[in-house]
């Protein structure tokens, strides 16, 4: 069983910065595809990117490209949302989560998740 565990969620102000991580056991990263999600109250949940076992594809939510950057650690058997100008609407629970197979944004294909970390962009 894959156990993932977020951390580094917090409160920030709009146009901050913060850096998501979530660390794994239980199985080697390496055959995994990893994703992040996060679900904002009363809203649905939303894929927001992904990156490829090996880190060479990374796909993105239009909403968070080019400020968000997904990377991966696998011999620390990490992977990490950097998300810079942040904005409001980014607040939201946010989750990883891990699959085998292809990197994209569909939670149903995922089958191992984590807690979840809040994030709170608000002046």
């Known amino acids: 069983q894959l156990h993932l565990v977020e951390s580094g969620g917090g409160a920030v102000q709009p146009g901050g910065s913060l850096r998501l991580s979530c660390a794994a056991s239980?199985?080697?990263?390496?055959?995994?595809?990893l994703g992040w999600f996060r679900q904002a109250p009363g809203k649905e949940r939303e894929g927001v990117a992904c990156?490829?076992?090996?880190?060479?594809?990374?796909n993105y939510a239009d909403s968070v490209k080019g400020r968000f950057t997904i990377s991966r650690d696998n011999a620390k058997k990490t992977v990490f949302l950097q998300m810079n100008s942040l904005k409001p609407e980014d607040t939201a629970v946010y989750y990883c989560?891990?699959?085998?197979?292809?990197?994209?944004?569909?939670?149903?294909?995922?089958?191992?998740w984590g807690q979840g970390t809040q994030v709170t962009v608000s002046s």
């Open positions: 989560a891990a699959r085998k197979g292809l990197c994209n944004l569909y939670g149903d294909y995922y089958d191992y």
């Open positions: 239980g199985f080697p990263l390496d055959v995994f595809t």
């Open positions: 990156i490829s076992t090996g880190g060479e594809v990374a």
